[in-house]
């Protein structure tokens, strides 16, 4: 079974500075894609940033990025010039591509980018 | 496009009752999935749903249901409530291809006292 793992439940920035959040996963599968989504307080979840397993090019868009590390079933996201806009609870997640699929998520990071 | 709807947004309820939960996906998106979220435990799948049939499922107890209708909007029902089912219902729709990205509701917040 997929399991997705964040260790940071809290974490703070300073507005305009860098911030890495962590995630690792486990899986015996190949093929996926990893997620990260972010949830602003009281609004609707959207997707930040998208990486498929296969590409060994990091995903970037605009000031967020991602360090794959397929060996080491990591996947961080890095938040390039924190905005207040950026404070949310950020979640990874994990989707296998073979046969039926299903999301698995993490349990979030909270982030607060502080004025 | 109408984004993910979800009907109610909040919801009180007690011990013993049952209650519905309603989610309208986007326009075109059969797929149409399920989740738990309480604090602490994240985001726990439930279930989702294809062209009206269950196609996954999470691990949840049998009074944990749902169904998908021909147009795409799907429910998800709860009997015999227990406190622990006190949370946020969030619904999630996708194009069928399973390529990824899924769009999310605003959620109902259901409440048992």
């Known amino acids: 079974a997929q399991t997705v793992t964040q260790s940071q439940p809290e974490m703070s920035v300073q507005e305009a500075e860098t911030v890495t959040l962590s995630c690792t996963y486990d899986t015996s599968e190949n093929n996926y894609y990893l997620f990260w989504y972010k949830q602003p307080p009281s609004r609707q979840m959207i997707l930040v940033i998208r990486?498929?397993?296969?590409?060994?090019q990091n995903a970037t868009e605009n000031r967020f990025s991602v360090n794959f590390q397929k060996a080491a079933k990591s996947f961080s996201l890095k938040i390039s010039d924190s905005q207040l806009g950026d404070t949310a609870m950020y979640f990874c997640?994990?989707?296998?591509?073979?046969?039926?699929?299903?999301?698995?998520f993490g349990t979030g990071t909270r982030l607060k980018v502080l004025a | 496009k109408a984004g993910v709807t979800q009907t109610p947004r909040y919801l009180i309820k007690t011990r013993g009752q049952q209650v519905t939960l309603s989610c309208s996906p986007i326009?075109?998106?059969?797929?149409v999935s399920w989740y738990q979220q309480t604090p602490g435990q994240g985001l726990q799948f439930l279930f989702e749903y294809f062209s009206e049939t269950q196609r996954n499922k999470g691990n949840f107890p049998g009074r944990f249901s749902g169904r998908q209708f021909s147009n795409s909007r799907s429910e998800m029902n709860v009997s015999t409530l227990e406190l622990g089912d006190s949370a946020l219902y969030l619904c999630?729709?996708?194009?069928?291809?399973?390529?990824?990205?899924?769009?999310f509701g605003p959620g109902t917040r259901l409440t048992v006292t």
């Open positions: 326009s075109g998106h059969r797929s």
């Open positions: 999630a729709s996708s194009l069928s291809d399973g390529g990824g990205e899924q769009y």
């Open positions: 997640a994990f989707m296998k591509i073979s046969g039926t699929y299903k999301y698995i």
């Open positions: 990486q498929e397993a296969y590409k060994q």
